[in-house]
């Protein structure tokens, strides 16, 4: 089963300059299903408001005084789970992605995006999506691999990894795929040491990188 996408999405911004965050609120209200319903200057005012919005989606800026965006995204996905950290920054550091995706973030988008492509990767964070911008895809393509390959999983390992960048949990999978619950936690076990991933969504990041180098 698939996830809904829900109405209307709760999003906060972070980001230490008012100008672009004041852009992004302005930019958002052509939008009738996103809802901008709070900004953060600081990683700290960020902790602050997702425990007093409970928004669905956080525009996460990295290069920021006091925490970074990869450790405000980290101690958010720590204490709310279901809350989805879109990154959006100036920056597309092979390094930064990494620590970004590390530390949960769902997606990684250029400020440079038109408004279309924020607005659908709000949306697909929302769903629960992974999406990367393309430039994002392009340097992580580039990067020296010094880890097992996509293709080095077996098949039925391969289509457990594709539901999973899809957004699907274990138990959506086991259904889709007929399997038991701890069969599919022992597929996404393997494939996360394998791979040398620390989260499911890294693994859904190695898979677009893996998948645009073939």
Known sequence: MEKSIPKPIRVITVD???????????LLLAFDD???????????????????LQPHVVLMDLMMSGMNGAETT????????????????????TELIKQAMTAGAIGYLLK??????LAD????????????????????????KSYLPVETLSKRQQ????????????EAIAERMRLSPSTIRH???????????????????RLFADTHTA
């Open 16 to 26: 230490d300059h008012q100008i672009l965050r004041g852009g992004i609120k302005f």
């Open 34 to 52: 996103i809802e901008l319903v709070g900004e953060a200057a600081n990683g700290e005012e960020a902790l602050h408001l997702c425990e007093q």
């Open 74 to 93: 980290k101690a958010i996905k720590r204490k709310y789970s279901k809350i989805q950290v879109l990154v959006l920054t100036s920056f597309m550091e």
């Open 112 to 117: 440079g995006a038109s408004i279309d492509e």
């Open 121 to 144: 990767a709000i949306r697909a964070g929302a769903a629960g999506y992974s999406m990367l911008s393309t430039e994002v895809i392009q340097a992580l393509c580039h990067t020296p």
């Open 159 to 170: 289509e457990v990894l594709e539901l999973i960048a899809l957004g699907l949990t274990n």
């Open 187 to 205: 597929h996404v076990t393997h494939i996360l040491n394998r791979l040398g991933v620390a989260n499911r969504t890294e693994a859904a990041t």
